[in-house]
């Protein structure tokens, strides 16, 4: 027991060490390079206020409004059935799930994080949601991505599939995560009797604990949401800046060399080696050079699903700001992003190689998931917040039938056995 806290105690202090003589190392090279860093640090900067501002600050607020009104609560009832007994989680995940496939990253974190803060999971429950519901939204696999980037829409279909997909197993593997740790939770049998009943019942308790009026709720949702999203774009100045000198100090070359050689050993073309490297630190950069590499079609699609599924340092930094004060351990996250980056390049793969034509041919790309004006327009705002909007109420409909499918097979289970 000694030695273990001993070398804890070692562990601990080398990554104090390694930080502080890491973050000197980084200064110092900003400060050589002053107008590498000034134009990487704009950039970050114009992708935080065109694109990233606009698309995640209405539902940020929404998320605070409806949770506040015991909305989440009411969600919550309703899919506890689903959500428990596939995900081990509570059925407010649902709204998390909902929210991360229709808005993306990191609102999902967001929600997650409020959770925790409410009571409405555990500390362990929220790891869970934490590990499978940081997704990609459509739009920018559809248009982004296969549109702008691959400039072949048929792409969409696939690499969202093999995404969400692989997200979903990653969520079933994660349920068995640490299961020590809530053995009271694991065994806990869902309430029986009416569940149209139970929900309502959950928003007007909700409802009454909560006791703000409509207009203190609306200015706290926005002073929470404005404080988030601050904290946001401060993290993807950074990263932005970070990613930027690390390509001029050299380091990207040892990085590239390392990618190469588990690229050769798989296979795969060591050209995408510059993406994969690009790829973990910023998922938009990443993506496009995969994209553009030289080399056989569905690999560049596999590495840039990879990339998609892993979402970049940059996101994991956004993600940590977050939940940080929640207490949600970030170790099982990053692990998660980790396995699902491997099976999205699978699933992508086997989908390429043995489905792909028939994909094509049954589904075609959403008009409104194709950019169709300039993403510093309002029309394309108006059109994603809809786009958006749509979405989150199609997936809770559709896994609120799911819930009242499992209810109500349970129910009939249990007047049989009568």
Request: glycine share 8%; net charge positive; hydrophobic share 50%.
């Amino acid at each position: 027991m000694a030695m273990w806290g001993s070398g804890r105690r070692y562990r601990s202090r080398l990554l104090t060490y390694f930080m502080a003589f890491g973050t000197v190392f980084i200064t110092i090279a900003m400060v050589q390079y002053p107008k590498e860093a000034f134009d990487s640090a704009i950039m970050g900067l114009n992708l935080w206020w065109n694109v990233v501002f606009p698309s995640l600050l209405p539902f940020f607020i929404l998320s605070e409004i409806l949770m506040g009104l015991g909305v989440v609560h009411f969600i919550g009832a309703l899919l506890e059935p689903l959500m428990r007994p596939v995900f081990n989680v509570p059925g407010v995940g649902a709204f998390a799930l909902s929210m991360g496939l229709a808005s993306g990253y990191p609102m999902d974190a967001v929600i997650t994080s409020n959770f925790r803060k409410n009571k409405l999971c555990t500390s362990v429950e929220a790891e869970r949601l934490l590990s499978f519901t940081n997704t990609a939204d459509p739009l920018f696999m559809f248009g982004a991505v296969a549109v702008g980037m691959f400039g072949m829409p048929e792409l969409g279909v696939t690499i969202a599939l093999a995404h969400y997909l692989s997200s979903f197993v990653v969520g079933v593997i994660f349920r068995y995560h640490g299961r020590s740790r809530d053995q009271n939770t694991e065994d806990k049998q869902t309430p029986s009797g009416n569940i149209i009943v139970r929900a309502f019942r959950a928003l007007y308790q909700a409802r009454q604990e909560d006791r703000r009026s409509m207009g203190q709720l609306l200015g706290d949702a926005v002073k929470s949401s404005m404080n988030t999203i601050l904290l946001i774009g401060g993290f993807i100045i950074v990263f932005s800046v970070f990613l930027r000198i690390v390509s001029v100090i050299g380091i990207s070359a040892l990085l590239n060399y390392a990618f190469g050689l588990t690229l050769s050993a798989i296979g795969f073309s060591t050209d995408l080696a510059p993406s994969l490297v690009s790829g973990l630190f910023e998922i938009d950069i990443g993506t496009m050079a995969a994209s553009q590499a030289n080399a056989p079609l569905v690999q560049k699609v596999a590495v840039a699903g990879a990339i998609i599924a892993w979402s970049g340092l940059s996101v994991h930094g956004q993600v940590a700001s977050i939940v940080i004060e929640s207490g949600i351990r970030m170790t099982p996250y990053i692990v998660g992003r980790f396995l699902h980056a491997i099976l999205a390049a699978i699933f992508t793969v086997g989908l390429m190689s043995f489905g792909g034509d028939i994909i094509s041919s049954c589904f075609s790309v959403p008009v409104l998931l194709i950019p169709p004006v300039s993403v510093n327009s309002s029309a394309f705002w108006m059109t994603r917040l809809e786009q958006t909007g749509y979405q989150l109420l199609l997936l809770i409909g559709l896994l609120t039938v799911l819930s009242f499918s499992v209810h109500c097979i349970r129910e009939i289970r249990s007047f049989v056995r009568r």
